[in-house]
């Protein structure tokens, strides 16, 4: 069988990432599998070669594009492609009309998020569904969000888990260490939060509740790892609030692994979401999260047990359950231990692959 899966570009963000791991995964079961990249960014480049994962790009620019469709026409056509699953909702409105215009027997729209597309996407999606409506969400919300917004048949999206490398959160390196790898104080416990500073992810909350806790009395060291458009703002709320003591901004950062194993509590404060990769990534580790629930965050996160779920923008209910986290080494070590049992079980490489061969077997835009 031979697939292509297709992403709007290849920007550092979780989606983008998902649609590496899954050529990766699917290719460790001999499958023919590449990727193409409808944008000339590409900040996966060494993850990209180190696994084999053949990379196709097609640089026009511009939502649908004419030009950009009758591209990846083209290129479709000539592979030969048996699949074509365009990984997210933007690239599902031209790249499955042009994998229409191609032929491909196997045609397949993906959502990665539970926010409400633009209109202009919404609507081109929808007139594509006459053409083609088999779709891939990676939740629960995210397939409810889907049937809502393009009237989709339930029996028409199909929920295929994110995935982790799980050999990816081996280290041997103390906690202390990390921390000083970081010029983290290694006295103070550290709660982090990992995402791009887009609106949607409300990084606002976090400073509000780390705020709250400094309050208390506590000393925490407080890290936003991530960069974009939100930044700046970010940076001048954090001054105005004085919190430059205990709150940093790193950017982005190419040592998760090890920031994660310097983090006592993530915190995850999304008005919407998918399925956070920081979320499983910190279950790996062992390290109980605090997060709104919105999107797949509740599939991933089990209130009590795993971390603790709480209303989106909800500050109060954050700061209470963190500091709970915090004040108890006890709990945060049986509920970081739970979720890391959880991680290893249900979001293994192999079980991506496993599932999205299972939808491409049955998985046809024929009507």
């Keep these: 069988m031979k697939i292509a899966i297709i992403t709007d570009n ?19 079961l001999g499958l023919e599998a590449e990727l193409i990249s409808l944008g000339s960014q590409n900040d996966f480049g060494e993850m990209i070669v180190n696994n084999g994962v053949p990379l196709l790009t097609i640089a026009e620019r511009g939502f649908l594009r004419a030009k950009r469709l009758v591209s990846l026409r083209r290129l479709l056509r ?12 933007i690239s599902s409105s031209y790249g499955r009309l042009a994998a229409w215009m191609a032929g491909v027997p196997k045609i397949i729209g993906g959502v990665r998020t539970d926010e409400p597309a633009p209109f202009r996407v ?26 809502r917004d393009l009237h989709v048949q339930p029996d028409d999206v199909f929920v295929v888990r994110n995935a982790i490398v799980m050999e990816d959160q081996e280290g041997n390196r103390s906690q202390a260490e990390a921390k000083r790898s970081f010029s983290i104080d290694v006295e103070w416990p550290c709660v982090t939060m990992i995402a791009n500073l887009r609106p949607e992810k409300n990084h606002e909350m976090f400073l509000r509740v780390a ?5 208390y009395g506590l000393n925490v060291s407080f890290i936003l790892a991530g960069d974009g458009p939100r930044r700046s703002v970010l940076e001048q709320m954090s001054r105005s609030m004085n919190l430059e003591k205990h709150v940093r901004f790193l950017g982005q950062c190419d ?41 797949g965050v509740s599939e991933v996160v089990h209130d009590g047990l795993t971390g603790f779920l709480v209303p989106p923008d909800d500050d109060e209910a954050m700061v209470e359950r963190t500091v709970q986290l915090l004040s108890d080494d006890a709990l945060r070590l049986r509920m970081g231990q739970r979720f890391k049992e959880q991680i290893q079980a249900n979001y293994s490489l192999e079980a991506l692959g496993r599932s999205l061969l299972a939808v491409y077997r049955q998985g046809t835009h024929e009507r």
């Design 211 to 215: 705020k709250k806790i400094l309050d």
């Design 78 to 89: 000539n592979k030969e492609f048996e699949v074509a699953h365009c990984f997210n909702m």
């Design 122 to 147: 919404r609507s081109v999606n929808r007139l594509v569904n006459l053409l083609t409506c088999k779709w891939i969400a990676n939740a629960d919300r995210c397939k409810a969000a889907l049937i």
């Design 10 to 28: 290849l920007a550092r963000g979780g989606a983008e990432k998902q649609a590496i791991l899954s050529v990766i995964a699917l290719r460790k």
């Design 255 to 295: 040592h998760v692994n090890e920031l994660l194993r310097a983090t006592d509590v993530v915190l995850h404060t999304s008005y919407f979401d998918g399925t956070p990769n920081s979320l499983i990534e910190a279950g790996a580790k062992g390290i109980p999260c605090v997060a709104c629930a919105c999107g």
